[in-house]
C-alpha cells in the first residue's frame, strides 16, 4: 500500500510535535517533510530527534522544497504563515489541512478561493468530539428555540493569542445556523458595568485563559428553572492531531473542494 506523504508545518510547536507522534504511529503515512520558521533553532535537525528516531527529514523552512512530491501539508500556526504555506500548496498542486484559528473574513475568503484548485480541509477544531458537537448543538438550539439563552464558555492555554476560540465561534455559528440568526449581529463577545437586562435573541461568550488547558467549550442553554449543557474537554493535542491526520486521509484522490471535520466525519 502506497502511503500518504505527509508535510508538518509548525514541527517545533506543541502541535507539530503531536502531528509528527501521530504519523509517525500511523503505517499508512509517511513523513515527507518538516517545516518551521525561519529563525528556528530546530532547524537542521532531524524531525525524528525528539523521538529517539531517525529520519532523514531535516527540519526545514524550504517550502517549495518540502512540497516536490508530497500529498498533503498539515497546518497548525498562525494566519499570516497558513496563508504563505496555501499559496505554495496551491502552486504545487499539494492539497492542505488547515488546523490554524484567528483567520479574518477576508482571509478565509482566501482559503476557499484556493480551494478551486486543490483540495482543503479547513476546521477551528480537529477534534473527531468537538465535530459531534458542533452537531448537537444545532439540533438542541432546533428544540430549546423557545425561553432558552444561549451561553458559549470556553478556556485555554495561557498561550493562546485569538479569543474567543474558533472553536467557540463555530459553535456560536452552529446555534445561530439553527435559529436562523447571524451571528454577526446577535454575538456578544464581553460584558463589563450596567449593561442592562440580556436580550434573549443575542449569543454570549465568555473566554478564560490560563495555565496549561488545553481546550474545554461547553454550550449553555439557559431556560427557567433548568440549564442545558453541552461540553467538550479536550485532555490531549493528540485528539486535534489525530482529527487532523484523518482529515489529510480523506484528501486522498480529491484534487480541489473545500471541506471541514463534518465531511471527513461523513456528518453532513
Known sequence: MKKLNVVIAGCSGRMGYALL??????????????????????????????????????????????????????????????????????????????????????????????????????????????????????????????????????????????????TALRLGEAAAEALGRDLASCAVYGREGVTGERDPSTIGFATVRGGDVVGDHTVLFAGIGERVELTHKASSRATFALGALRAAKFLTGRSSGLFDMRDVLSLK
Open 21 to 166: 507522534e501521530g504519523v509517525f504511529a500511523d503505517e499508512a503515512l509517511q513523513l515527507h517533510a518538516a517545516l518551521d520558521r525561519s529563525d528556528s533553532p530546530q532547524l537542521g535537525r532531524d524531525a525524528g530527534e525528539q523521538f529517539g528516531r531517525k529520519t532523514g527529514v531535516l527540519i526545514s523552512h524550504d517550502v517549495a522544497a518540502a512540497l516536490a512530491g508530497a500529498d498533503v501539508l498539515v497546518d497548525f500556526t498562525r494566519p499570516e504563515p497558513s496563508l504563505q504555506y496555501l499559496q505554495a500548496c496551491r502552486q504545487a498542486g499539494v492539497a492542505m489541512v488547515i488546523g490554524t484559528t484567528g483567520f479574518t473574513p477576508e482571509q478565509k475568503q482566501q482559503i476557499e478561493a484556493a480551494s478551486a484548485d486543490i483540495a482543503v480541509v479547513f476546521a477551528p477544531n480537529m477534534s473527531v468530539g468537538v465535530t459531534l458537537l458542533i452537531n448537537l448543538v444545532k439540533e438542541a438550539a432546533k428544540v430549546l428555540s423557545e425561553g432558552y439563552d444561549i451561553e458559549v464558555i470556553e478556556a485555554h492555554h495561557r498561550h493562546k493569542v485569538d479569543a474567543p476560540s474558533g
